[in-house]
């Protein structure tokens, strides 16, 4: 039933072209399920591109944070193939993915966590050099041994955001929009191809919701792809370029957001779309 009418949506409302040709990664019939039989992700199936910025919306509950944690590699998929095309027209198969191969992976699908997941004791730039980890030996990281270019690097993103300031301060002792922005340079330590974001901006104010979006999309200009779990139709229409819509862990919607009507609202919220088109 949701394929029919994402066909249907497709067919009425054309959907967004990408922003640059250059497929990063090729998602095609993903399935997530569990023990219990239950599917949280039924055929899954999209392309991302370099320098798209995407928004995937819904209900809580619609399967939106496992999506992005399949892709990242944090949550294996049952059925389905997620290819990640690197430069020079190499291509990855997630599925199976262990050890080192895992840890490439990782390092080219970087995460931004609701939460931020820093290390609360170490300082700001130590956790922004954290990015390094899946290039660095365990024994240099451990001593906190980094190289010169990778210090140079941490502090020229912490300036970026704002941040250099507060570099040699404990990550515990920050804001929550100073946390998340610390997050965002750490994932991007990791020259990242894709950067997935896990609803980043749900426990922020109006301010460093504003701040949090326009770094994003700073960072989709650089030709990264960004795909990015929201709340807000809002800031959808706002900030990015595409839209996925997913209700009952299948997509009902993938186009522009100047095509998200209130019908496509209505099926992907019920009674809540007025409050999130508000």
Known sequence: MAQAQLKLAQAEYPQAE?????????VKGLVKSYKSGSRVLNDINFELHAGEFVAVIGRSGAGKSTLLHVLNGTIPLSEGSVV???????????????????????????MIFQDFC?????????NVLLGRLSQ??????????FDDED?????SLLDWLHLLPHALQRAENLSGGQMQRVAICRALMQNPKILLADE?????????TLRIMNALKKVSEDNIAVMV????????KDFCTRVIGIAHGEIIYDGH???????????????????VNG
């Open 200 to 208: 980043p901006v749900a426990s922020l104010d109006p301010k460093n």
């Open 18 to 26: 990408p922003q640059h040709q250059n497929k990063v990664l090729d």
């Open 229 to 236: 779990n929201l709340h807000s139709v809002e800031l959808v």
């Open 118 to 126: 820093l290390v609360p004791r170490l300082d700001v730039l130590t």
């Open 136 to 145: 660095t030996s365990t024994f240099r990281s451990f001593f906190n041994q």
């Open 84 to 110: 990640c095309h690197y430069d020079g027209g190499e291509k990855q198969e997630l599925a199976g993915l262990t050890g080192k191969a895992l840890r490439r992976w990782r390092a080219g699908c970087g």
């Open 151 to 155: 210090r140079a690097r941490a502090i």
């Open 257 to 275: 957001p100047d095509y998200l009507t209130d019908s496509i609202l209505h099926q992907l919220y019920g009674e809540e779309s007025e409050a």
